[in-house]
């Protein structure tokens, strides 16, 4: 079965397995989905903190300081879970649990260090996520992190839709295949093989990705019109501990539902 199809929980984890992503299509309504861009819009404008701007994230196409034009462009609301109740119940919800579980085992934590936030890719000034996996973020126990990340509205490749190399998460590649900040090097023959095997993830409102923290993914920038918005929260087993004193032991994790 295509990652990309529509299917039940009990099936995820043997396409987890395979291919480090799959795709539940629809899984939030459309009255949620609706409730949530109406708190991110709030949030926008006027914008309210914690933000990360795209200045700061330094990826191709960004603006390069605060001050340019278009540096305080927001990029990632943070904090998505507590800033938007709907939100972080749904993250936190019985039905998410279900999913990651027969992955990562029955006690499940939400990580609020990273990851915890609603990506706001603007037309304009938008940029794009080189070849990489999130592990580079992480620092834990063991390299066994999911992240859900929930469309909030059309994705595709116009507007800079997720492309993921499916089984990427099972490679070992050597250091040298990345660069000084782990992305992928694309000027390398082998890369340059890989990222020909990608795939791209178009998402519908309410459809959520599931990808394991190794997989090879890369986005572009947002050549429409409208802005982009999807949010992505990160989970863990509760016995893969954050290394102490590391941005993933900045908060405690949170408990789903069961
Ligand atoms: O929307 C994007 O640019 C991708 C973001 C991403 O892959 C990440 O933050 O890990």
């Known amino acids: 079965m295509s990652a990309e199809s529509n299917q039940p929980a009990s099936l995820a984890p043997s396409t987890l397995e395979r291919d480090g992503y799959f795709v539940a299509?629809?899984?939030?309504?459309?009255?949620?989905?609706?409730?949530?861009?109406?708190?991110?819009?709030?949030a926008l404008q006027p914008l309210m903190g914690p933000v990360e701007f795209e200045a700061e994230v330094g990826y191709p196409g960004a603006p390069s300081h605060l001050e340019s034009q278009g540096g305080r462009t927001p990029r990632r609301l943070l904090h998505a879970a507590s800033r938007i109740p709907a939100l972080g119940n749904w993250a936190c919800s019985a039905g998410v649990a279900s999913f990651l579980k027969p992955w990562l085992g029955t006690e499940v934590l939400l990580s609020q260090c990273h990851h915890n936030c609603v990506m706001t890719k603007h037309p304009g000034y938008s940029s794009a996520t080189l070849w990489h996996q999130d592990i580079r973020y992480w620092s834990f126990d063991r390299p066994e992190l999911l992240s859900v990340w929930l469309a909030l509205g059309e994705e595709n490749s116009r507007n800079g839709a997720l492309r993921i190399i499916p089984g990427s998460h099972r490679l070992h590649l050597d250091r040298g295949r990345f660069d000084r900040d782990l992305f992928l090097r694309p000027d390398l023959p082998d890369n340059k093989a890989l990222i020909r095997r990608s795939r791209e993830v178009a998402l519908a409102p309410g459809d959520a990705l599931f990808f394991h923290c190794r997989a090879i993914h890369a986005a572009g920038v947002n050549r429409s019109d409208k802005i982009?918005?999807?949010?992505?929260?990160?989970?863990?087993?509760?016995?893969?501990?954050?290394?102490?004193?590391?941005?993933?032991?900045?908060?405690?994790?949170?408990?789903?539902?069961?």
């Open 228 to 258: 982009k918005l999807s949010c992505v929260f990160t989970y863990h087993a509760a016995d893969n501990r954050p290394i102490p004193n590391t941005r993933s032991d900045r908060y405690p994790g949170l408990p789903l539902g069961s």
């Open 25 to 42: 299509r629809g899984l939030v309504d459309v009255a949620v989905i609706e409730a949530v861009r109406a708190s991110v819009k709030a």
